[in-house]
């Protein structure tokens, strides 16, 4: 048990729908982070919080928006889906932004119909 | 980003040592040389990081070359479990963000 809890752990929608993904880091992480994982793209990061705060931004998507909220979880926003955002949406965390290990939850498996 | 090379799958024989190699000649000398495994239906977990010497972990072992451009992890007794596919990473350790760049990994199979 990595100590990161996702929710939900399979989320099925339709396109054109809007979803959120929640992820809760382990007791004492400041910095959260959010990768997706497809079939054809493998597993890519999205973006990073530390302490409340956007610290980077990777490949993602101006229809998605994440935030990490004062007691340090965090939400990942994917607005009007399409079939192509099916996949795993993995959260991390880690103690801070400095070169320490992340620690994976299991994943949300979105699935759009 | 550095990029590392592995090969796309290995396999062992479960009981016995596993050595997981990893190309990184482009490294830079603030780099460290960190290992993650993604288990079926799991998210990925940390494995083991280094630097410049060799270390030693309750999971693995991971040893470096003289000149860093290569490294392999070391399972030293593989089980059933080992099985999974093992991502070699470059992470500068100077940069603000510490995003992890994860390749196609080795794909370990673990024969019972």
């Known amino acids: 048990d990595s100590g990161v809890t996702q929710t939900p752990k399979h989320l099925i929608t339709a396109t054109g729908q809007r979803v959120t993904l929640r992820c809760s880091p382990r007791s004492g992480d400041l910095s959260v982070y959010w990768y997706q994982q497809s079939l054809d793209q493998g597993l890519q990061f999205l973006i990073q919080y530390y302490n409340g705060e956007e610290r980077a931004k990777g490949n993602i998507l101006e229809r998605f928006s994440a935030q990490q909220f004062p007691d340090l979880h965090s939400e990942l926003n994917l607005s009007s889906l399409e079939l192509g955002d099916s996949a795993l949406y993995f959260c991390?965390?880690?103690?801070?932004?400095?070169?320490?290990?992340?620690?994976f939850g299991d994943g949300t498996r979105l699935s759009i119909l | 980003d550095a990029k590392t090379t592995q090969p796309n799958s290995m396999e062992s024989n479960e009981e016995e040592p596993v050595h997981l190699p990893c190309n990184h000649s482009?490294?830079?000398?603030?780099?460290?040389i960190h290992w993650y495994r993604q288990l079926p239906s799991q998210g990925p977990e940390y494995v083991i990081h280094?630097?410049?010497s060799n270390v030693n972990n309750r999971m693995a072992s991971l040893a470096i070359a003289e000149d860093r451009k290569s490294s392999t992890l070391i399972l030293h007794r593989a089980t059933l479990r080992d099985a999974a596919v093992y991502y070699c990473i470059l992470r500068d350790s100077f940069q603000g963000a510490q995003k992890l760049v994860f390749g196609q990994g080795t794909r370990l199979t673990i024969n019972p």
């Open positions: 280094g630097l410049t």
């Open positions: 991390a965390s880690s103690v801070d932004s400095q070169n320490q290990p992340q620690h």
């Open positions: 482009t490294i830079s000398g603030t780099d460290y």
